[in-house]
């Protein structure tokens, strides 16, 4: 058996072809620029062998509702030469074999679960801290999905007395992504994160806002690990904080060692790395492949 | 096919014997007074018949974690005949059949899936407002249990800037059920909530912070349906500005009708009424017997 893995990025497509156990024996990275010239090299990548099924986490927004006619399109994407593509679409017209699509950050979730730092738990919680915030769920072995994709990175916190910065969302102002995201941090203090590296302050506000939304995603799902990944979470002085603030806002009100002195290994950095993605998307391509079975396709 | 079903409350106990597909051939309800009276009698009630397994939704805080030392009993609850006692244990003894421990609330949102508002959906939240703030959420059909239960109550909101009530939540102060229970209410505006039905400003504060509450749950959780019930969701004015908030929070952020148009189809009393408990610890039953037979007990 044979899968192949999709993980379309903004900026990069990284793509690997896995055999059964989702072993990649071939892998690949392809910067995005146009659709027709990323599509067409992805395209040639996967020429040649006898795929089962594919697997695509893909950036966005993206339709990933299997009942919507605008199921595997990108659709309101800032990257204006991709709106509107019908990426699932075009993989399964060449490939004609099952395709599985999903958000970048469910791929991430579903990868992680299945090989990374939540292999063997029921559920788990996969977070993005960059560009956007974003956040997956696998509960019950499953990717949450209900009346839409969750949307966590929009979920509401309180500012912080200090904090002047506006906030940049443009649906909810000062919601998570609105003050926490990376280009809020770089709107804020005038310089990228990556320039700010040593800059305590900086990664103590975002913390303290990190921190609460762990807080309400653990009071609301109370997932067995969280992840956290994404560029912003590369910096090293943000995860004391993180925990800290995280510590005083639970108030010891649940009795588990992993929101106490366990807690940094509750919630932990990607096992997988930068690989969480293309991992789960082959992980989807053996779900599609299951499920076409299922139907009899 | 016989199941026993108990909604083990703070005020009283409601016991039925469910048929087959649950429907209730008799039912009792039992006044809540100290352990060995009320379990009397709760015993009296389904002796004669051959039950095949019973299903307990109980009030707490209660064990509901199979693989702790102290599973089915009440631990820290504030009615102090009933700590430590081990209810489900005492049920077992006396029955000898398999028996199924939750807390009322994830039960009330099982009898809701199974039975009520959110019948033939994959998910559905259900919430209870009033003398505690707790939720239960079934997703893809089974009850969320991660590292632990939900404790959906206790997560942060905004302080509305013109409330100057401390909260008290002893652990939290002023998260959602310190500034939003029964009791918050009756201290900050001095009277009972049965007593403030007229004042608007009452239902309107209290509209504000649940509205908050179902933004994250949303965001979060995507449930298919929100069902809210307990004592405080008995007052009418505070639907439409839970409504109201609730649209002026999410700004048309996720575009479903369920969330603009069509919320009061989507956001919704238990359509149970007071017999969502009852109804959810007979399916808790059912659930019961059947990982009984998969363990081949």
Redesign the interface.
Known sequence: MLFGGIEAGGTKFVCAVGDEKKNAIKRTQIPTTIPEETLARVIRFFEGFELDAIGIGSFGPADVHPKSPTYGMLTTTPKTAWRNVPLMQRIHDRFRVPVGFQTDVNAAALGEAAFGAAQGL??CLYITVGTGIGAGAV??E?L?????????G??????HPNDEYPGRCP??QDCLEGLASGPAIEDRWGEKGVLLKEREEVWKLEGYYIA?AL??????????KVILGGGVMKQELIWVHIRQYLKE?L????D?P??SSRMDDYIVPPQLGDDAGVKGALVLADQARQEAKGRGD
Do not use: T
């Open positions: 029921d559920s509960i019950h499953k949450l999905h209900g009346l839409s994709h969750p949307e966590m929009h979920i509401l916190v309180r500012r649906y909810h609460q807080m309400q995603y653990i009071l609301i799902l109370s997932p067995q806002l108030n010891d009100y649940i588990f992993q929101l």
